[in-house]
């Protein structure tokens, strides 16, 4: 594998013309699988752990996104984006998938999603503090706005501790995910897509290797169906979602390009409908609808 020895300049997003489908048919493969993930976790999660889920997920998409890699050329990183990657491989990639696994075992699909749906209004509320960029009156009131939607998604999970616990679990990989993406945020200016996606996967596979044990046994025990469920969690919303996630964003707008990710939650409760036979309480979906409202209002300008 090949590697230069100065960082790479920020790389501009390329022209195309503006009747060029393949960008607008790529976000929509990433949003449709990155919903499939919610569904694929809670099936996989029926045999096999938390940990052991992760860290199958995370290897087969370290394996897969390396041999992208290998056919491009990968740019030495600095000391300092070795550190941001660090964090969010731990947090993004490896904390995110344990915790979310975690919490789909009490949180059916649809809801995990709408819960989920909060952290961008985290990464605005985080880049404000971190990235210097300006906290207005509408990311407050929009955070707030979202927040009332978790607690009503909370309260509609039910009573037992087990289901308030996957709630919070929820809220912890939402965090993770937040500070996973404002850490990532720099990096990407630097080094190519490719290459940050698979040392992050890498990265979050290394944390959750203490579960190698788990996985070994959860695998040997589990299904054909749950085994299958874990190598397309490794396979489509890992390793293609990201791929062509980079595709889209280096040919889009990174603003616009985000805004289609709310369109992850419905789709994730119609997969579960259909796949799971899931539907989430209707005070979960009010929630849900709040989160999306919150997160509409936190986006428009001061």
Partial sequence: MSSTARPAPARASRPHPSGD????????????LWASAFVGIRAAGRSISPGALALGRLLLGSLLLGALLWRGRPVRPAPRDLGLLFITG???????????NAAERTVDAGTAAMI???????????AAVVLRERLTVPLMVGGAVAFVGVVLIGRASGSAAASLSGVLLCLVATLGCAIGVVAQKPVLARLPAVQVTWTCCAIGALCCLPYAPSLVRDVRAA???????????????TTVAFTTWAYALA????GRLAATTYLIAPITIGMSWLILAEIPRAAAVVGGALCLVGVFVARRPA
């Fill in 90 to 100: 731990a947090l993004w990639f490896g904390l995110y998938n344990v915790a979310l």
């Fill in 251 to 254: 040919r889009s707008g990174a």
């Fill in 116 to 126: 989920i749906n909060v952290a961008p209004v985290l990464v605005m509320v985080l």
């Fill in 223 to 237: 299904p054909l169906a749950d085994i299958a469920w874990m190598v397309y969690l490794g396979v489509f919303p």
């Fill in 21 to 32: 489908w393949r960008p607008l048919a790529a976000i929509l493969v990433t949003v449709c």
